[in-house]
């Protein structure tokens, strides 16, 4: 199989699992796979050695995989993928909240962790600027691909990754409406599983941070059945 140009770090305390996804990603053509067991070792290798991947375990000896997740979003937007025994809806909503792209839960499938590894290093070039449209601006709300920041009536947004993906791609196609099943394949894969609620969950925490009221939203709005529309006036 083909080399594919990219690191993947992996946190982890089980030597099983290290092993397992070490092997698989490996025989997937990933270039580069390093392991660590420890919340301190893996930001460690985090710092020095710039991954394009991590893949993070939630319960670790020396702390929780939520906590490095914030610290590596401070400085960093990363693909990250938590790998978890944890597998309540709340559990996969927070993990998504604070910067996560995506969320598998233990046991699982070690093809399907290799393919949304590579789905997700394939989907990380989409944040890096377009040469035809730099700037986006619809109705109140202006996107600067060049610096990866959205304001609205000028004020700035804070945005995960995922949600700055599916904020460009909305903007791009105003008034139109996209189906659950587009996002999903343009922002996290080729392939749509029907019981995966991803979507949702960011296009919940999207409107908590762009619109008014979340509950009754004016921009991001639901058409039932079909998928969601972003609407806007001067489009």
Request: charged share 25%.
């Given at each position: ?13 089980e ?35 710039q ?32 790998l ?8 996969k ?7 996560g ?19 997700q ?92 009221s ?22």
């Amino acid at each position: 199989m083909p080399k594919v140009q990219s690191k993947v770090l992996i946190i982890d305390d089980e030597k099983e699992i290290l092993e397992l996804i070490h092997t698989v990603l490996t025989r997937e053509g990933i270039d580069q796979v390093l392991t660590a067991s420890t919340a301190r070792d893996g930001l460690t290798q985090f710092h020095q050695e710039q991954p394009d991947l991590v893949i993070l375990d939630i319960m670790l000896p020396d702390g929780e995989g939520y906590d490095i997740c914030k610290q590596i979003r401070d400085v960093s937007h990363v693909p990250i993928i938590f790998l978890s025994a944890k597998g309540e809806e709340s559990d996969k909503i927070v993990g998504l909240a604070i910067g996560g792209d995506d969320y598998i839960t233990k046991p699982f499938s070690p093809k399907e962790v290799a393919y949304r590894v590579k789905a997700q290093l394939r989907r990380s070039s989409y944040l890096q600027p377009s040469q035809a449209e730099p700037v986006i601006k619809k109705g109140p709300f202006e996107l600067n691909e060049q610096q990866a920041e959205l304001t609205k009536n000028g004020a700035a947004i804070e945005l995960t990754p995922k949600e700055l993906m599916l904020m460009t791609y909305f903007m791009q196609h105003p008034n139109r409406v996209i189906s659950k099943e587009t996002l999903y394949q343009t922002v996290w894969g080729e392939d749509f599983f029907g019981s995966d609620n991803t979507v949702m969950v960011h296009i919940r925490r999207l409107r908590e941070k762009i619109e008014h009221s979340p509950s009754t939203p004016e921009f991001l709005v639901t058409v039932k059945g079909l998928g969601y529309k972003f609407v806007v006036k001067d489009a």
